[in-house]
C-alpha cells in the first residue's frame, strides 16, 4: 500500500465549478498534510496546509481533514483555467526531520 | 517569503561525468533539507535527508555513493550525481524548512532538469 494515494486524473471540470480532490493515507501517526500545485516542469508550489480535522479555508480553496478515515481533500470554488495543473497531497512522516511524503498528484482540466 | 535557490535549473552531461547541484536558502537557516526527484509523469520521490553537519540518511533504495549530499553549512547543500547515465535523467527538486520557524512548511527549489546523455 502506497502512503498516500491519490486519483491520476485527470478531472475536468468548467471554468466557475467546484473541483474536487481526494488523498488518503496510510500512517495514522501523520500529523501535517500539504497541499501543493504543480506547473508542467515547474517545481511545487505550496497552496494549503491543515494539521486539525475539519476544515480550512483560503480564498477560493478549502482543505478538509478526517483523520478517522485518514482522508484529506482539497475543494477549489469558481476554477478558472489558470488551476488547470496537477495537484500534490503530502503528508509529513511522523518523527522527526520533517520529511514530505507525496501523492502521485491529481491532474486538474479547467476548461473554459 | 523564504527562498530557496537551485542552480543549475538546467544542465546536459555526458554519460560517465558527474555533476554537482546546488541548493540555497537564501533569507533563511535551515538544518535539513530535502532531494527529491520526479520522473516525467510521475510525483516527487525523496531520495534523502540532508543534515547539515552530519552524514545525509538515503531513502530505500537510493544508493549513497551514486547520490553524494554535503550539508556543509545552515544555507547550502549540494547533490552531486556521480557516474552519471542517461537512466539519471530527471528533475531534481530540494527543499528546506525555516528552522526558526515552528510550524512552517518546506520551502522548495526551482529544481534542476538533469539530461544525460
Known amino acids: 500500500q502506497k502512503e498516500v494515494e491519490q486519483n491520476s486524473g485527470p478531472l475536468s471540470v468548467p471554468e466557475g465549478a467546484i473541483a474536487s480532490l481526494n488523498c488518503t493515507y496510510s500512517d495514522r501517526g501523520s500529523q501535517s498534510f500539504f497541499w501543493y500545485r504543480q506547473y508542467s516542469g515547474k517545481s511545487p508550489e505550496l497552496i494549503m496546509f491543515i494539521y486539525s480535522n475539519g476544515d480550512k479555508e483560503d480564498g477560493r480553496f478549502t482543505a478538509q481533514l478526517n483523520k478517522a478515515s485518514q482522508y484529506v481533500s482539497l475543494l477549489i470554488r469558481d476554477s478558472q483555467p489558470s488551476d488547470s495543473a496537477t495537484y500534490l497531497c503530502?503528508?509529513?512522516?511522523?518523527?522527526?526531520?520533517?520529511?514530505?511524503?507525496f501523492g502521485a498528484g491529481t491532474r486538474l482540466a479547467v476548461h473554459p | 517569503g523564504a527562498v530557496v535557490s537551485q542552480h543549475p535549473s538546467r544542465v546536459i552531461c555526458k554519460s560517465g561525468t558527474s555533476v554537482k547541484i546546488e541548493c540555497r536558502s537564501l533569507?533563511?537557516?535551515?538544518?535539513?533539507m530535502f532531494w527529491y526527484r520526479q520522473f516525467p509523469k510521475q510525483s516527487l520521490m525523496l531520495m534523502a535527508t540532508s543534515n547539515e553537519g552530519s552524514k545525509a540518511t538515503y531513502e530505500q533504495g537510493v544508493e549513497k555513493d551514486k547520490f553524494l549530499i554535503n550539508h556543509a553549512s545552515l544555507t547550502l547543500s549540494t547533490l552531486t550525481v556521480t557516474s552519471a547515465h542517461p537512466e539519471d535523467s530527471s528533475f531534481y527538486i530540494c527543499s528546506a524548512k525555516d528552522r526558526g520557524a515552528r510550524n512552517s512548511p518546506l520551502h522548495f527549489g526551482n529544481g534542476t532538469r538533469l539530461t544525460v546523455t
Open positions: 533569507d533563511f537557516q535551515a538544518t535539513t
Open positions: 503530502a503528508v509529513k512522516r511522523p518523527g522527526g526531520y520533517n520529511k514530505l511524503i
